[in-house]
């Protein structure tokens, strides 16, 4: 699976954007697990959201964001609302097969990875 990871940019707090994840090379469907993870300067790697029929979120990011799939269209989105600076980082997708709930924020189980697309919160 290649994945492309789009709509990054800058925003001011308080603003939202939509990230898209689009994959090629293999349909989309329930049982591919797609996360969105996140790298702030000079921090490490960190979850954000993952979906396959139902999704998780990261405690900072739950109530503003919502991850949404459609298998369709090989695609999903991350909807980012009441974007705060400390949301600053690059954001990459990622995939994988089969992954249990709980392991979603795992990036090691993540076969798949997609270039990041850039995020700024500032005003």
């Known amino acids: 699976v290649q994945l492309q990871a789009s709509g990054g940019g800058l925003v001011q707090p308080g603003g939202s954007l939509r990230l898209s994840c689009r994959g090629s090379?293999?349909?989309?469907?329930?049982?591919?697990?797609v996360g969105w993870f996140r790298q702030a300067p000079g921090q490490e790697r960190e979850f954000v959201s993952a979906i396959r029929s139902s999704a998780r979120y990261s405690d900072s990011v739950r109530g503003r964001f919502t991850i949404s799939r459609d298998n369709a269209k090989n695609t999903v989105t991350l909807q980012m609302n009441n974007l705060k600076p400390e949301d600053t980082a690059v954001y990459y997708c990622?995939?994988?097969?089969?992954?249990?709930?709980?392991?979603?924020?795992?990036?090691?189980?993540?076969?798949?990875w997609g270039q990041g697309t850039k995020v700024t919160v500032s005003s």
């Open positions: 990622a995939a994988a097969s089969s992954l249990i709930f709980s392991t979603f924020v795992d990036q090691g189980k993540y076969t798949y």
């Open positions: 090379g293999r349909t989309f469907n329930n049982n591919l697990v």
